[in-house]
């Protein structure tokens, strides 16, 4: 088998997809990465970067400094179409074949990007006409730095359990809100537009109590509208500035009706989640491509490490892990772009969609992690050390293992979709023809027997359930995409 | 089941081994981490230490700047006995156990304990009267900073293929030998005195031209013997410094016979080896300790996260990991002690120990890394920020699962143990009456057919084997030792 | 003449003024630093220290992370009696002459014990029986690490003009007060407790309208009373945390009378100027001491560059503006053992401290400044590079030229004291017989003549003016110091 | 007194020269350094860059890292023409011009300017045909990357005293030589080619045993012809990187004759030496501008600090200062303009030119220093917070104060060409019209004194004679520049 395909995130999606719609546009952003790998590579070795409060007359300004070549690199994804292309074509797919590219490249900054199509679609959804007038355009700017958004709901309690944790509070005044409350993990921190979730006052304390707002970064009268306390110094991901953002007072906007936030927060959720499985499995291939190189390059015992069986089956057995990945993400794409623009009370295909993203999001992130880890025993000691870049997608996998929601969170959430919607039917459904028949229903009436335990052993035995049923899953969908694999060499 | 004797190492001895040697050093020097943690903690966070090359007057000096209470540290498990309980007791249990108690607190110090043995090992065993004279004592000091030794062998080809990878040369001169060449990956690069493999010259290029030797840091006319060229930028075990050597026509001693300096680096690894198979062990012990203690203060849902079934059975799976794995690593400690003082040609004990180091090497790495990760996990969003420790335990995990042979070298080294010595022979016959003997036939016939099988395929399909031979026999040790687990709640 | 005695503070000082009270406690703290200064060397390499604002489960917690070690050293001084002995002996002199060696070795870390006597003076004087009961002996503790104190004045619009600059409000509550507002350098921010200039509310909106108020930095139910927004990243006095303290209704005790504000903060600021100035003079000291040592052992055209005549008449002008300095200074400190426990309305004494304490402050900074400079030339291209010391000794310079007020604030307020209070006139009676009549009576003429310029010109051109006085003055008591230099050669 | 003129180095290039040639070019480079500064900032506050010795599979590479967006800050002065200008033109004048405006904004990116200019020169004027065909047109390219020139003279011993220091030998290998020793300052360390003085074997051991060399970064065969030990951690000019060079048997072309290359040493200084001080009065400016920018805008007592009188007129007296600077530096551009085509034996011109140029290295960089330190005052608490830039300027001069000779090499220096080669009768014969007549004969008087003292006291005494006639020269010089100055407000 060439590995050439591997080298190239292009190169793989026309091996998965076939035909690319835009590919000039994507083929022209992969090669500005040719350069832009070195910009990533040192805001990466940079680390946290630097929060610059005030200005030197005493002026509070909360300006996130990154080299300036930061802002170029972020700009190409913004121009290529990440945000705007969505709304032209109706269609979430640009935002995700451009995404893999990002990733492959530099999964952190794949973050930015998505959570500025995560707060214009639930302003394009539910903003006013004025909001949609006055913010819309600015988010979808197609030539310079558009503005950018964020989505901050996570507050120190932990992000798990929303409905728990956010105690940040909404007072209505005149035409707006008024916002009180700290922000624990506020991705992509400089942003100009962020979709926030608070409790109006009076709200019941649990996840119906919680609504969606809008939230600029300047307030009517120009001053900020709210300040950022610091910059988290994450291990990985250091190609978006998170931060934690003291929100006194700020002004903000409802997005929809009070009763539906918690609706509309998992509308935003979704999107990340998916952008997230979608850029777990860029960095599993850009793994791979990683490992593969330095083993054709390095020899041992007088041939190169390629050539060692031990290594070439585990790179096989890592090349099908990463179809199978890319497989089940894809699938959480497509169906997404079917629901995106649901509101509730949602369809069936949409608690289908949820199954397949809860899925693809725990999977794809355990392949990730355990595939960098993997790359790195491949350098051997070149591995370990921070100059040679392998190390670094560890420490990505690890944040893309945990922000958008932890294992934990997307297998009991998996199986409340099954328990409640019957969320797994509709998946054996839809995977049938995919799959013998006999596999499809042991499968089935294993997932059926899981629902039948009590709670205590359902929830306690559920991850290599969730598991397998993501493997096989994966597996189904890969070989439904298999027919265009490379030819072996 | 209470989960105290998790947050001590000296505690989770017991819980394992029964009444324990030495009690009082173990406890005292644990007492010691108290405060130590901190000062390790910070190590970590500064980052590679510093090599100061030269002084003010350009001479050069290589002194490796640490904080000075770095060396405090690293004093506290010397005085305790690290080294010269060794040969006091004429024993590597006192060594085993202490430096369970400091991996458990700094995986990568146990580093520098760890060569220090190696080097003194080779010494007494190999040494002439005047070396041993003259080196010895330095070593073995009890009170104050004793000398410290090192062994460098990898140089930039790589450490896998020694045969291959070792260009430096050794010349006779007079009483002693000139090494010329660069050493790539020379940890505890400050120590006094280093043990290194070098190829006299004349020698064959392959494994069997290398000769071990003794290297001390200075001339005997004081001069620096050789130079550090720099320190590497390890993303963990930065409480070792490793570093690059330049040896040119540095003065060394040959220890043993030329012709058996292939067996003598063997020896020497053999100790490290074991070395890491404990720290991996007292590591993943940490991991869970942090993730369990977290998941007592945490809530979520209105009650604790650890009360949550999934995470529970989480924690029960990992403590029965860390078992199972203490049961592996201190079974090669226990054959380890057995037979350090033999010289070629060896004993069947010998090839026996030879195949339960490989397991454990391997399979302790693996469990301490997926540990650490999982830890992350349990951690959420706090698991990626520096700030907390608990990242640290991956890039630890990584290093050490990394260093004294990869995956790779050890699965590959344990079939041909397998192959020449029939050491699976050895490890069945010894694991008799700890398993069912159907599952022992069992095993051992799987075994046999996968030494039947051509290269290309004994080698690319050995991972799992070696993985499932790791955990059968971590198994059957565990069971062993079991009877002493705390009682459940 | 040899220059073994600008090696070492306590022979510095034994030189200029003979046999010292408590040599044995001096020579004692003097011969720890031979460790200490490998720590302060750390403390300085690693930068600005890191706050640790949460700890894992999102609890504010505002810990200073320093090295461990830090905190050894801080406590040597406080041990030695850098506060409790001016209490135990009713004299500042040992705060001094302890606080002279500290500064030798790390002029940074004399501000914490600075900034605790500057906290315990008020308290003693003003504050009430409760209060003292409560935190003098805390701050007096003479065994383990007492509390500390800090001096939190300036705030984001400046510290010269603080009438016009601090807007923090205090609101009475009960038996004590509730302030608001944020401290933009507030030193030593880890400390105990902290004594912070406020506005009580209603209070004119100028210098008078300030009040001192004592801050303990928790609230009586054991919550943090403030938290730190940050710590700066000075170039210099890395030793001294410095942050930015946001006072949120953090609960305070009035001390003295509302109406005297001014007068109590102006006494706080007395003992750190004069702190400061000796600091300058230690710095001075080291320098010389620094660049002596190095031109002593560095040679170029053949002999060491000491004896090259242009460095060596260098070094002696350094010497002697070094005994100058000490002079100028320590008449400080004698002036204000005289006048410290003083309060409003003064007597001519403390007038005549002021204008010496401005000259000072003033010109003891510019000495310190120069001479480092001066000293990192004479190291030439080792001098700029960070891992020699002597680069640092220009950023501790720098800092020691702006705290407690910059040379311009100390030139006008110098010439203010001559204008309101004729502290000229009690300076030249003061120094009446240590130099010849006619000099003096010149100099008189000539500030006479200066005070009776217009404003414009009177403060345009103030500066040549208060050098030359600040010369005269300190030429003047440095020969009444003058009769026991070391011998020449 | 408008201060526009401060804030561009354009316009205040235009003030003191009238129209520039090349103004067009000028203003366009100027204007690329609005967004220029912000990569130069993320350079200085990067630190000291990292250097990548070898790549990932052990071949050795010294690759400098700089952020990309270095190179292409660096590249915009070549294109504009700092190197190939000066052959195009024929003068030095428009290497100096944009010298200036460089060093406005980054001091230190001058020297990689200026050392490619000192490479060019010397090969141009001594190198064989075969050498100028094969490197002049790599130096000169006008668009993308030109090669970049480097000129290493200075060894670990110290740079002043080359005969005495320099330790690197030279041996003849047919066409060319082979240099082995080490450059313990290599200033622009990643350069294509370099200058370099060394020994040939055989030759006396003091200064006129040196010879210069052109060394070619890479080998004939395509290998690395030295490598680079480190990278020196300098506090400023971190926009150039200096290494630590090892010259092993590295292959170099001799320039001009073995025996004249003293002379040839010299003459590379000379460029560098006039560029230094060129930049110290950039640097000054800067200061000043910052100073005045801030004043402007920060308020004490209820007016801006640029209205105090204090203030003020430190303001004036340092704009005369910088004034008077700029027209010594801008004096021995013009001479050099003259002379940098001589070749040994010189024209009594050459002569004045060195005179001038002595006083020129020596007073711009103190007036460079003590303007920085003046300007971080009027920042207040501001000026020593690393993230307002005014502190760095401190940190760049006093390396500008140190490299290319410190004060002590040139006051003895210029004390040299004054007693052998009459060079202040030179000098005073210049400046004959621009003094009255009785101030040049007391001057001139004052300097025949001071020749005719004894060694001991004519150097251990020149510090004060060398300021004055700095500043003599300079106060002319300036008034013959001042008719064109800025009116008063």
Known sequence: MSFDHLRSPVAFLETM??????????????????????VSANIDRAGTPWLKMFDRFGERIDEVLYPPEY?????????????????EEDSILPFSLLGYVTAFHDPGLGCPH???????????????????????????????????????????????????????????????????????????VGAELAVVAARPEGSPMNVRGLALFLLPKYRRDGSLNYTVRRLKDKTGTRSVPTGEVELRESEAYLLGKEEHGVYLILEVLNVSRVANSVGCVALTQRAVADAVDFAEKRGAFGRQILEHPLLRSQIDERVAGL???????????????????????????YHLFRLVAHLAKYWTAEMAALTAK???????????????????????????????GTSHRHILDGLEAMERKGAHKLLFRHLSGLAKEEELSKMASRVEAHLGLSEEKREGSAEPLFWDLAKFTADCLARALGGRQPSSR
């Open 17 to 38: 997809l076939g035909r690319l719609p835009h590919e000039d546009v994507l083929r022209e952003y992969e090669a500005w990465w040719y350069e832009g790998q070195r």
């Open 71 to 87: 802002w170029t690199m972020l700009q190409k994804g913004y121009e290529a179409g990440a945000v705007w292309r969505v709304f």
């Open 114 to 188: 998505t959570v500025s199509l995560s707060t214009a679609i639930p302003l394009e959804k539910y903003g006013t006409e004025e909001l949609k007038e006055a913010y819309l355009p600015q988010l979808l700017k197609r030539e310079g730095m558009p503005w950018q958004g964020a989505t901050w709901m996570t507050e120190v309690k932990g992000g798990s359990d929303l409905g728990g944790a956010v105690e940040t509070a909404a007072i209505p005044s005149e035409d707006h809100w008024l916002l009180t409350g700290d922000k624990y993990f506020a991705s992509n």
């Open 323 to 349: 179809r199978r990945a890319f497989a089940l993400a894809w699938e959480a794409v497509k169906l997404l772009d079917e629901v995106w623009r649901e509101s509730y009370p949602y369809s069936e295909r």
């Open 374 to 404: 993997w790359a790195i025993e491949v350098y051997g000691g070149m591995g370990v050390l921070e100059e040679f870049s392998v190390e670094r997608w560890l420490r990505e996998a690890m944040v893309l293992a945990i922000w958008e």
